[in-house]
């Protein structure tokens, strides 16, 4: 999931400064289970707007945002709504708001830092999965990743740092390699370790990336 965060309400405002009339968009997937752009969120943020003298025009919470035959079948069905307004407030990932960018033809403003790829431990609570590096590694390393997990993402094993088993970079982290030693213990796999790993291919990540299903 994509974990986003709300920007602090004044920049919304500064970004909005002689934009009077508001569409605002949602996301039904990720940006609504971080209660950054449900329809909860939507309504509060609509009520702020006017609050601050602003006119909503509308409101959706696009199914998903990033998609963007959805996005553009949605906001053709509220053309009104939408070309009556000066701009579209997106609270959605930095990805939602650039699907609805393509398609507004009006300043889309994103409502929300987009932080991470993470996990919902409970709610409100998030933390970093994986940092889609391309070639994934979980297959050797128990289902812990140590490209995300690991302050230095090493490949071989730990740096020598971790005290009582927590990073030395953050030690409020649990040590990546100790979690991925430990659960190949558990399963009988330690031998896994065994192998050298070589430099890691990171143009696999290189910016921005596409993949055509098939190809
Ligand atoms: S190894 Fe790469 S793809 Fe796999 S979880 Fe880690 S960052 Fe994501
Ligand atoms: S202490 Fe562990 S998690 Fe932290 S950088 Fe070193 S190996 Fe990585």
């Known amino acids: 999931m994509i974990i986003s965060k709300q920007k602090p309400f004044e920049e919304i405002l500064n970004f909005l400064k002689g934009k009077d009339k508001i569409f605002i968009t949602g996301c039904s997937l990720c940006a609504t289970s971080c209660m950054t752009g449900g329809q909860q969120q939507i309504d509060e943020m609509k009520n702020k707007l006017e609050e601050h003298g602003k006119t909503v025009t509308g409101t959706t919470v696009l199914d998903p945002s990033c998609h963007r035959l959805q996005v553009r079948a949605t906001l053709k069905k509220q053309k009104v709504e939408l070309a009556s307004a000066d701009a579209v407030l997106c609270m959605a990932c930095g990805d939602g708001a650039q699907t609805v960018a393509a398609f507004a033809k009006i300043p889309v403003y994103p409502a929300n830092d987009t932080l991470f790829i993470g996990e919902v431990e409970r709610i409100g609570h998030f933390h970093e999965a994986c940092k889609a590096c391309g070639q994934c590694e979980l297959g050797w390393t128990a289902g ?3 490209i995300t997990k690991c302050a230095k993402s090493l490949l071989n ?23 991925i030693y430990n659960r190949l213990k558990e399963q009988d796999m330690l031998d896994t370790l065994l192998e050298i790993k070589g430099p890691k291919d990171y143009s696999k990540a290189a910016h921005p990336r596409k993949y055509v299903v098939g190809r």
Do not use: F, S, Y
């Open 144 to 146: 812990i990743c140590p």
């Open 157 to 179: 094993g730990p740096c020598g740092g971790a005290t009582n088993g927590k990073c030395e970079v953050d030690p409020d982290n649990d040590c990546a390699w100790v979690l």
